[in-house]
């Protein structure tokens, strides 16, 4: 299947991106450029993690006024597959693609470390292939992530299952200890009402290369392949 | 004010601007003529300490730097290139920010790094990686906190946002940093080597570019200013702050590697300190051109800045760029997809003469040659002279300090001291990941271990120094510094090949800390030779000292820093440090010695300030070193971890802590146990083995003919010296990862 | 007397405001190319009591001077609206 990654002045971590599902993944992947609005036929528009803009103003502000989201924004509302990463989680949130906003970690501090999560619904091609019970190890590295909805719009994320993930500890518990942002409970990552937007904050790409030491991340992007594939 | 730009100057303003009144009279030589403002400002600022290294260079200049993989030699470029195969080869360089972060910590760090990642993407390297050694006050004060914490922001957002990863570093704390923090930051980039872009200007009639950001009144005289003493009083200098933005260097990054790949460039430079003055000339003289630059076309931020403004603004996040007659469209093309910036402003002329114009009108004209470094600028010769406090450290008598009544409870105080504990406070701020090349995010190591994707190579790399060890004696401990930046590459898997330094010391007119830097410099020589690891470039930044009102300015600690780097040829061949298995054997290899010289140990917990360096041995430090590599690359041993600040207690901790194993192990009789156990008596290294390649490491350790002790082994979780129990690695991993976050954060509590 | 201070802080004009810069830019891109030169600062609202008008003045003045503008990156201003004591 086809892969665009979008990149923004200021990303940084689209050439990651493009690795993991070029070279070690073995997809076809284009770059997309903020300023182009053609999407080239991909079929899954990718959004990387970085600093668009600088991440001035809001994270993900300015990036969503870029030529080619307008194109994104087509291309989801017509049923296509989009998936934003860190940065690329906050800018769909600031498109409206995904619903809920990403504020300052209740630190006030950037924090890059590795982190747990767990799965919370299988129902959507980024986890169906996942294992519910199984932790997986994935590294966060953001100041705003703390993932925030008014009630009633988490009642519904809830309802519909629309979170995909959400932080643990390394035994598989959720508590306050294994939330590194204050995200509303423990909320890693969502999709949208449509199940075709997803974004999360931590980082797969970066646990997906055997000589990382740490392939995790690499079961996220195997579910969605084997979705298509069974599609 | 035009009138008084073009006036001649005077001895005074000379004077006002940093100059002695010796230098004047040479300017005044160089000239024929009297010089105006605009041009005894170009003069000041290129022959300030900062850009003419006038005060170090002849000792700089006995420093080791032929080595058989380097492909530039210090003082060519902008950083050292070092050969790592693959058609590839590895620019860095390290460099100091430590008046600017002592004014604004924020800024001051951030700029730091902004800086030095331009040296290396301006020779067209990608950096893939950074480090920095920082050094504080007492981490209890609370005008430290301020300044930690702005540090580490700003090098955070900055290198966060730029997107190049951490991957090493130091936190120092001594009394001797309280108003002169020191910021050094280092980046490590990688090149094709067929694609470097070199500083250097030459053709006649080539067009002159400046991109990048515009150019503003901010910095003006910050060179000046980084070569001055700072006071308190320097607060109100507020010109001399620079504000970085990491978004505009991205791009600048990326502007610049796409016009590595195209034929159009015939150099670039940076512009760091003293702005397009510096780049001007430094690019004119080493290529023997001269070059006529019309100041009025260079994009400003403000309205109506002079030409000496101009011409010393030390604005962020530009570079001069001389391209091929002709290739003027491929340039601008790439920086306008990068919505860049990239005018030209000039060309390049025969006979070494640069001419600056205002509206056609010529305001300074100065011969390059006679600006820079290796040229016309002053070298000067200074005064040493031993200080009292040495011949007093060489009294030092173990006999004198008792040992400690209860050794469990003095372990865990020292693994919580601020020098020893854990520095995740400050490293989970940085970006460690970003780029995905980081091996040592799961797999701990001694050096830092970017892997270069599709080789199967990796670099390893790390800043090392003690500097209470310098400071004790400068020489051994220099060497020491270079010692322990090899140990550190070896036991993470790799082979050193060379350094970057930076280095930092008080007021160089005064004999004894001038005597400091002359010894370090010795040290390192020596060191650098027996390692064969030469010196590829770096940096020096005086006049750090701390004032307290009203008592004598005291020099910081002397702080030589190593940024050392080192290729590992087979990444499956790396090392890491944590303990892997109950049932491993614990193994020394080197020797335990009767010495607790300089250690946290004695200076923090015994308090006392007067010894000499801890015991080295250079010759037994190269054997220790070799014999390790031989056993990490042969696969005989599962982990190596150096012994260095806090002593073998504190090592073994550090490789327990990630899997929550602990250790049973024997002290070794003939010396004290607090020597063995808190000493920093140096070439020792940790290593642990399965038990079923025990006859296989005893065999190949003995033809090394380097000492070597079986400690232990490794437990469950309980620490165990000489059937003592020492308490379970849990609780010290509590303590060793916690302490420092619990003293930063103890007055946001209360 | 109960005052409430509105206080501006801006980065000082000599400096670059990368934020400021950054959405300028992107102004295009909204088709306002009108707009140009944005500088983005904190504004600060807070309440002081004092017994007069000119003290209450310098509390805030001390305030802004000792940690709400960093007098090195920022320039300050403020103003003055008394309110009923509660």
């Known amino acids: 299947m ?98 809920g906003t990403l504020l300052h970690n209740t630190q006030h501090k950037f924090i890059c470390k590795n982190l747990y999560l767990k799965p919370a619904t299988r129902s959507t091609i980024v986890t169906s292939s996942l294992d ?53 409970e423990n909320i890693a990552g969502v999709t949208n009402a449509g199940k075709n937007v997803f974004g999360m904050m931590p980082h797969p790409e970066r646990a997906a290369d055997k000589l990382l030491g740490n392939e995790d991340g690499k079961l996220i992007f195997k579910s969605i392949l084997n979705s298509f594939v069974g599609a | 004010m035009e009138t008084a730009e073009q006036q ?133 004060n609370e005008h430290t906190k301020w300044l930690l914490r702005g540090v580490v922001k700003g090098i955070g957002d900055y290198g966060n946002a730029f997107g190049i990863p951490v991957l090493g570093g130091e936190v120092f704390f001594d009394e001797s940093y309280s108003t002169n923090p020191l910021v050094n930051a280092m980046s490590v980039g990688i090149v094709d080597v067929n694609k470097t872009i070199s500083a250097t200007s030459s053709g006649v009639g080539n067009p002159v570019y ?215 406070w400050v490293y989970e701020q940085y970006d460690t990941m970003v780029g995905t090349r980081n091996i040592t995010t799961n797999g701990p190591s001694d050096a830092g271990i970017a892997m270069i994707k599709g080789s199967g190579k990796g670099i390893a790399m790390t800043v ?93 600690f002397p702080t030589p820093t190593i940024g050392m780097i080192g290729l590992v040829n087979d990444l499956s061949q790396s090392m890491t440090l944590n303990f892997k298995t109950k049932g491993d054997l614990i193994f020394l290899i080197g020797e335990s010695v009767e010495d607790i010289s300089a250690s946290e140990y004695l200076h923090t917990i015994k308090g006392v300030k007067r010894s000499p360096a801890p015991h080295f041995d250079i010759d037994r430090e190269f054997q220790v070193q070799a014999a390790t590599l031989e056993m990490v690359k042969s696969g005989h041993v599962n982990a190596a971890h150096d012994i260095a600040d806090g002593g073998l207690f504190t090592c073994l901790v550090e490789m327990g802590i990630y899997a929550g194993l602990g250790f049973d192990i024997t002290a070794d009789a003939s010396v004290r146990l607090d020597s063995f156990l808190f000493g920093e008596g140096q070439s020792r290294i940790v290593v642990t083995l399965d038990p079923a390649k025990e006859d296989d490491f005893i065999e190949a350790m003995a033809k090394t003919k380097v000492p070597f002790t079986l400690l232990g082994h490794v437990t469950r979780g309980k620490m165990m010296i000489d059937d003592s129990h020492f308490g379970f690695i849990d609780d010290a991993s509590e303590i060793y990862s916690n302490s420092l976050e619990r003293i930063i954060d103890s007055s946001v509590s209360s | 007397m109960e005052f409430i201070a509105h206080i501006d802080i801006m980065p000082l004009d000599a400096l670059l405001d990368p934020q400021g810069k950054a959405v300028s830019s992107s102004m295009k891109n909204l088709g306002l190319e009108e707009i140009t030169n944005v500088r983005i600062g904190k504004h600060i609202t807070l309440q002081v009591s004092a017994s007069s008008k000119d003290e209450a003045e310098a509390r805030v003045d001390d305030a802004c001077k000792r940690l709400l503008a960093n007098q090195i990156m920022e320039k300050y201003r403020f103003e003055l609206e008394e309110t009923a004591s509660v």
């Open chain 1, 2 to 99: 086809k892969f665009g990654v979008i990149v923004f002045p200021g990303s940084n971590c689209d050439h990651d991106l493009i690795y993991v599902l070029s070279e070690i993944l073995g997809n076809d992947v284009v770059e997309l450029w903020h300023k182009d609005k053609d999407l080239k036929g991909v079929d899954f528009v990718m959004v990387p993690g970085g600093f668009s803009y600088g991440d001035y103003l809001r994270s993900g502000a300015i990036a969503r006024f870029s030529p080619v989201m307008e194109s994104v924004i087509d291309h989801c509302n017509q049923g296509g597959y989009a998936m934003g990463i860190c940065n690329g989680f906050q800018i769909l949130c600031e498109a409206g693609l995904l619903p």
């Open chain 1, 132 to 184: 519910s019970d199984r932790v997986l190890k994935i590294p966060v590295a953001h100041g705003e992530g703390r993932y925030y909805a008014p009630d009633d719009i988490l009642r519904q994320l809830n309802e519909n299952q629309q979170v995909i993930f959400r932080y643990c500890d390394q035994e598989g518990h959720f508590n306050s200890k294994a939330n590194p942002n204050g995200s509303l």
């Open chain 2, 8 to 140: 001649g100057t005077t001895v005074q303003q000379a004077k006002d601007l940093g100059l002695l009144e010796s230098e004047f009279e040479k300017i005044k030589e160089i000239l024929g003529r009297t010089p105006n403002f605009t041009e005894l400002s170009i003069f000041s600022i290129m022959w300030s300490e900062h850009c003419s290294y006038k005060n170090s260079i002849k000792w700089l200049k006995t420093l080791p730097k032929k080595g058989d993989h380097l492909l530039v030699e210090a003082g060519e470029e902008n950083a050292g290139l070092v050969d790592i195969g693959n058609g590839l080869a590895c620019a860095f360089k390290i460099e100091s920010h430590n008046h600017p972060s002592a004014i604004e910590p924020y800024q001051g760090a951030a700029t730091g790094v902004g800086g030095i990642n331009r040296d290396i993407f301006t020779m067209g390297a990608r950096p893939i990686a950074q480090l920095n050694s920082l050094r504080f006050g007492p981490i209890q």
């Open chain 2, 210 to 424: 400046i991109v990048g950001s515009s150019t503003g009144k901010d910095g003006i005289n910050g060179a000046s200013f980084a070569s001055k003493d700072i006071t308190d009083e320097s607060a109100d200098d507020l010109p001399s702050v620079q504000v970085g933005d990491p978004f505009q260097e991205k791009l600048l990054l990326e502007a610049t590697l796409e016009l590595a790949e195209t034929d159009a460039v015939v150099g670039m430079q940076d512009m760091g300190a003293a702005g397009i003055t510096c780049s001007t000339s430094e690019m004119s003289a080493d290529g023997g051109f001269g070059m006529k630059i019309h100041l009025d076309k260079v994009p400003t931020r403000q309205e109506g800045m002079l030409p000496f403004e101009i011409l010393l603004s030390e604005s962020q996040e530009r570079m001069l760029v001389v391209v091929h007659k002709g290739k003027e469209q491929i340039v601008e093309d790439i920086f306008e997809k990068w919505d860049l910036n990239a005018v030209e402003i000039g060309e390049v002329t025969d006979g070494g003469q640069l001419e600056y114009f205002m509206n056609g009108e010529m305001v300074a004209t100065v011969p390059a040659h006679d600006l820079v470094l290796g040229g016309g600028a002053p070298v000067y010769d200074r005064e040493y002279r031993e200080p009292a406090y040495f011949a007093e450290n060489l009294k030092f008598d173990i006999d004198s300090v008792p040992e400690p009544d209860d050794y469990p409870a003095t372990a865990m105080k020292l693994i919580g001291l601020p020098n020893i504990a854990s520095k995740r």
């Open chain 2, 464 to 556: 090392d120094c003690n500097a209470r060890y310098v400071h004790n004696d400068p020489k051994t401990g220099t060497s020491i510094a270079v010692a322990e930046a090899a140990r550190n590459i070896v036991c993470a898997g790799g082979e050193p090949s060379a350094i970057t330094n930076c280095l930092n010391f008080g007021n160089p007119y005064n004999p004894e800390a001038y005597w400091q830097f002359v010894m370090a410099i010795k040290g390192m020589s020596e060191a650098c030779e027996k390692f064969n690891t030469p010196v590829t470039g770096g940096n020096v930044s005086f006049y750090n000292q701390t004032v307290k009102e009203g008592s004598e300015a005291v020099p910081v």
